[in-house]
């Protein structure tokens, strides 16, 4: 399959993929595959005045209506799910498993979506005031900007968006500017379920813009897009925090991850190498969630790591669009400037670097391949506590099960963790208010590829924000507490006596 064939599959047409100035090369080769057409401001705030109409028509929407849109679009997503998930593996270069799993978790999120349009429940409350009630109910709140990265080029646009629509709200996407194709896909496959949907699915519902930074300068901008959701980087997220703050507006952010693994003496050692490799090699170390830091026991430290280095000695590293390949491309050359960058300092804070360095150069000059890489510290220098977007996996020594744990809290990145271990009393106090500061923490699991049911994000410059499972539902819609009187007297709160 060409890379054009995997383009028109998409039904991506010419107009938007060619003559524009946002080019977009592939990490399989390093080759421009399109350019397309940007947005500008002034079509972000048409886009904003659009998606505001849209929620005056769409809050009108009973949610269980609202659900049955998000069915047709989960319906879409498996028809698509082979061609998306190539077009996700082809523009970020994770391997194209990964790419059909990014895709099964839009699906997944769109069941749970269309479920929960149903179960928006309030909550009914004992007034304290006879002939009182009380309840708490749940409405729409309006336009949600979806700012996403590229390592994640759908999933987290779905998890946000088939919540915000069943809840009620318009969304606008603005995918990264190194992965805008992927977004346009999924804009068609969107366009198809509200066609299917009929006419009570407004024009501007769901809206893409294409281009750079001032697009999410836009949304973060206007009073009328309610909510901010921005998955990226730390600097990214601080800076939306800060525009969204000028005015107060909502945001869930979904930031850095400098995701741990402590494996514990009684650890399954087979089933640890299998959940490291995965987590800390998949889309090259490129997850928010992927494993960065291994915590081992001093016990098991001389097993379990040369049995490491060796299973990274024979991982096919390749195109992601080839099956049987296992590493795929970092996105581009300074990915892979800053990975190096990262080992030079690992070294000279003491560590023992397997692995690593450039790969494929002469097959692919112009892409990013490279060797992931096992970076054995003495101790958790400066260097561990940044997150590189880089399949680089720190490893150190523990004694006592509280000073491992302390050196995963260590780090300003709160977002997922892991133990191994098959010692009930350990697992339990991972998990306790004592254990994990993360908002992830599992237990003989790594610490990526979460399901879409929990509530996904994390703590401290995770951002804090939540997304995707469990009660996630709550940040597209805004709370209304009402107190009705039916009684013949005016009764206040407090006992407060106020005779006129
Ligand atoms: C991300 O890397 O931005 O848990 C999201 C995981 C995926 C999501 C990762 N479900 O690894």
Redesign the pocket.
Known sequence: MTYQHILDACGLSAAETTGGTLSVTTPVDGSEIARVPMHSVADAEAAIARGVDAFDAWRKVPAPRRGALVRLLGDELRREKANLGRLVSLECGKIYQEGLGEVQ?MIDICDFAVGLSRQLYGLTIASERPGHSMRETWHPLGVCGIIT?F??PA??WCWNAALALVCGDPVIAKPSEKTPLTQLAIQKICDRAMAAFGDDAPEGLIQTLIGERDLGAALTASRDVALVSA?GSVPMGKAVTADMAKRLGKTIL?LGGNNAMIVAPSADLEMAVRAIVFSAVGTAGQ???SLRRLIVHEDIYDDLIPRLVKVYEGLSIGSPLEDGTLVGPLIDADAMTAMNTALEQAKAEGGTVHGGGRALAEQYPDAAYVSPAIAEMPEQSAIVHTETFAPILYVMKYTELDAAIAMQNAVPQGLSSCIFSTDVRETEHFLSAQGSDCGIANVNIGP???EIGGA?GGEKETGGGRESGSDAWRAYMRRQTSTVNYSRALPLAQGISFEI
Request: net charge negative.
């Open positions: 978790e990265a390592n994640f999933a987290p998955t979904e997850r928010c969630t990526s590829g979460a996904f």
